[in-house]
Every structure is written in structure tokens, then in C-alpha cells.
């Protein structure tokens, strides 16, 4: 399997659109998608009272709008090639709720809706769409979050597997969504946070 990296704006779709095109023209058709980009590690934890509409705003244009536009642009080559996965990144703060955070987790309850809708769409086109929803995940971003990372001890003590969830605990649950082991799941959301939500 073959990667391209850049730096693109998914609050722009027509950023994100010529990004995947070349990408096409370099590698071939996108056959795997991680939308992955989102805001978290830098909101602070802020009343829903509080929040202003243009950090509202700000928060769902990156965590959603960023998610459907990369969505949107690897379709057409996914459905030409009549295959793809797509994988988003939700949240289990949709579960369980989050205080201060209504924006974040408003924006992950949307990814989960979406990846479902999508799944919906296209699977006639052989095309899987399915979410991972990880916990609170101890990265350097949120680590350098005095008011996120004061929530570690919570969140470990509620997960049978009691203990920081890190980055690296994501990475097979994505690959194995992402390169075709799932071949007949679709509309999914894996939940990887050490056992906290069982529901």
C-alpha cells in the first residue's frame, strides 16, 4: 500500500478535492481513507453557555465539515474502482458525555451519524464506511492540555483495562477497518478505549 502526505485545509473542499486528485494522478485511486483531522487537544473546556457561536462553528467546520469534505473527494475514484474503506475518528464522549466540551462532543455524535448515513449510500459501490471511537487518548497534544489531561486518572479508573489509553492503541484497529479485513463490516463504530463503554 501506497501514502502521500501534505498539509491541506479541510475546511476547504476545494483544497481537499485537489489534494486527492493528485494524489490520484501519482499513486492511482484512493482506495483508503482515515479522516482524521480534528479539533480537540487545543479547546479548552468551556460552558455550554460559553461557548460562542464562532468557536461552535470553528469546531464543527474542522470535526465535520473536514470529515465530509475528505469524504466527498475520495468517492467518485472509490466508486470508478468499484471498492474502498473509509475510516472516520469519532469519540466515546458521545456515549458517555463530556461537560464543558458540548462542541467536541456535538461534532463526534455528527461523525458517528455521518459515517452511518454514508455507509447507507455506498456500500452498493463496494464501499465500506465505518468509525473508530477511541477514549480519552493520552497524546503529547493532550498531555500539554492541563484541563484534558486532568481527566487521565478518571478515565483510566473506569476502564477494566486500567491504564492510559495511547496512540499506538489505535493503530490496528484502524489498519485492520481501513485494509479489507473486515471485508462484510460497514456502518460500524469500534469502540478501542480499554473497556469503559460496553454498551
Not at 10 to 32: C, I, K, Q, W, Y
Not at 130 to 150: R, Y
Request: aromatic content about 4%.
Amino acid at each position: 500500500m501506497k501514502a502521500r502526505g501534505g498539509i491541506v485545509d479541510v475546511t476547504d473542499g476545494a483544497a481537499v478535492e485537489r489534494f486527492v486528485a493528485e494524489s490520484a494522478a501519482e499513486l492511482g485511486e484512493v482506495n483508503v481513507l482515515v479522516a482524521n483531522a480534528g479539533l480537540f487537544t487545543g479547546l479548552a473546556h468551556t460552558p455550554i453557555t460559553e461557548i460562542t457561536d464562532e468557536e461552535w462553528d470553528r469546531v464543527q467546520a474542522v470535526n465535520v465539515r473536514g470529515v465530509f469534505a475528505c469524504l466527498r473527494a475520495v468517492v467518485p475514484g472509490m466508486r470508478r474502482a468499484g471498492s474502498g474503506s473509509i475510516v472516520t475518528i469519532a469519540s466515546t464522549s458521545v456515549a458517555g458525555g463530556l461537560a464543558d466540551l458540548a462542541h467536541y462532543v456535538a461534532s463526534k455524535g455528527a461523525v458517528i451519524a455521518l459515517t452511518r448515513a454514508a455507509a447507507r449510500e455506498l456500500g452498493a459501490d463496494g464501499i465500506r464506511v465505518n468509525a473508530v471511537a477511541p477514549g480519552l487518548v493520552a497524546s503529547d497534544g493532550m498531555l500539554a492540555n492541563d484541563e484534558h489531561a486532568a481527566l487521565r486518572p478518571y478515565a483510566a479508573a473506569k476502564r477494566p483495562l486500567a491504564r492510559d489509553e495511547i496512540p499506538a492503541d489505535l493503530i490496528r484497529p484502524v489498519v485492520f477497518l481501513a485494509a479489507g479485513g473486515d471485508g462484510f463490516v460497514t456502518g460500524q463504530t469500534l469502540v478501542v478505549d480499554g473497556g469503559a463503554y460496553m454498551g
